[in-house]
């Protein structure tokens, strides 16, 4: 599950030679790999997962925080094995995708229970990434990361902000990141408490 293949690479770099094809695989894993790191959230998902959660993340009985993005829930299940309508919480934030914690209603009669233990009582199942399909600009921002690794592929510890190259081939993450990508990507950095 990659933000970009192959051909989009090659033509937002402006070459038709597929001989570079696992240089340029690879230079699209170390742009993901950064950006994730940088911003501590995944852009894409495709499958639905499950997230357990204990008792004791829950706030005055009624709030879950989640320690990462969901941007669909599909199912919540409580500690006593009951499922929780969709009707009867809302999201926070409440109109947009991801979300960080969902509320039980106040009216629901419902709160947050367990009945052996409390950890891991409570199973939330989604889409657990920022977004189901990455946005335009984490895409563009994927390209021009990807297109930075892959030029300096040659390079070997130049100076400030240029990669480093192992003995293996393998590029280190650089000090710093061409400004265009690093200003889109503190946009979408999660706080993490």
């Given at each position: ?107 629901s009669n419902i709160a947050w229970t367990y009945d052996d233990t ?23 921002a994927t390209k021009a990361l990807a297109k930075w690794f892959y ?43």
């Amino acid at each position: 599950m990659s933000y970009i293949d192959v051909d989009t690479l090659r033509r937002y770099i402006g070459t038709d030679a597929t001989s570079d094809d696992d240089e340029l695989e690879a230079a699209i894993a170390d742009a993901q790999r950064v950006i994730e790191t940088i911003t501590h959230r995944e852009f894409e998902c495709e499958a639905d997962t499950t997230r357990y959660f204990d008792y004791d993340n829950c706030v005055d009985g009624n709030e879950l925080t989640f320690d990462y993005d969901i941007c669909q829930i599909t199912t919540v299940v409580n500690g006593d094995g009951a499922t929780v309508s969709a009707s009867d919480y809302v999201t926070n934030p409440r109109n947009t995708a991801p979300y960080f914690q969902i509320k039980l209603k106040l009216g629901s009669n419902i709160a947050w229970t367990y009945d052996d233990t409390p950890e891991d009582a409570i199973a939330v199942t989604g889409r657990w990434a920022f977004s189901i399909t990455p946005p335009d600009d984490i895409v563009w921002a994927t390209k021009a990361l990807a297109k930075w690794f892959y030029k300096q592929r040659d390079t070997v510890n130049t100076g400030a902000g240029e990669p480093l190259m192992s003995a293996s081939g393998v590029i280190v993450m650089p000090s710093t990141l061409p400004k265009n990508v690093a200003d889109i990507l503190k946009l979408y950095e999660r706080f993490r408490p």
